[in-house]
Structure formats: C-alpha cells, structure tokens
C-alpha cells in the first residue's frame, strides 16, 4: 500500500510539532512549514495527497486561500482545515473540503484523510 503523503501547515510551533507527531503516529508520511509561502515552495518541490492547514496562518495567506494555490499547483490534492474557530465563525468552506476543529484527536484525523482518499 502507497503511504498517503501530507503536507502540514500550522504557524504555531507548538501546535505544528504536536501535530505533526498524531499524522505520524496515525501513519502518514508528513512534512511540515509555519506559512503559506513555505507550503507553496514545498507544494512546488514535492508531491503531497493532502494539505493539512491551519485556517488561520501568519502572512499574506490563510488556509483556504492557501488551499485554493495548492490545487492549482497540484491538482487533486486532498484539502483538510484544522480550526479552533466554529464552522458559523469560518462562513462557507467549499464541500471538498473536511474540517477538522481543534483540538482532535487520532480517530477524527484518520475519518478526515480517508474521506479524502475515496
């Protein structure tokens, strides 16, 4: 089986360390940036299945706009939003999306990637 490669994007280190330990544990092979413009360099020099991005992010982009340049850079890439922020807070994400509100745990992050790679 192909592991699912994730790009995680959170400007929190902290949070991003952590984060990236429970893709890890969950068994994904992961690699992590602080900001939009970090994520697009790797976008251009690596191929990912899924963005995982914080919606807010320090610098010029947050996650959906940031998600909206992944696709473009790479087609077919499986977007999910980590938040602290309610979804009537967030306003309207588009439907391939999944959202994942913080904090969460291994068992919604795992439903989150596999409803992507249906």
């Known amino acids: 089986m192909v592991m699912t490669n994730i790009l995680l994007v ?5 949070v991003r360390n952590l984060t990236l330990k429970l893709v890890r544990f969950a068994g ?46 790479q087609p077919g890439i499986g977007v999910i939003v980590m938040t602290a922020y309610t979804r009537a807070e ?10 994942l509100e913080k904090p969460f745990s291994v068992e919604e992050l795992a439903v989150a990637t596999a409803a992507l790679q249906r």
């Open 28 to 73: 994904y092979r992961a690699d992590a940036v602080a900001t939009g413009a970090e994520a697009l360099a790797a976008l251009d020099g690596g191929r990912f299945d899924i963005l995982l991005t914080d919606f807010r992010l320090a610098g010029a982009l947050n996650g959906v706009e940031l998600a909206a340049n992944a696709e473009s850079k």
């Open 90 to 99: 967030l306003g309207s994400l588009p439907a391939r999306y999944r959202l």
């Open 10 to 14: 959170d400007d929190h280190p902290l």
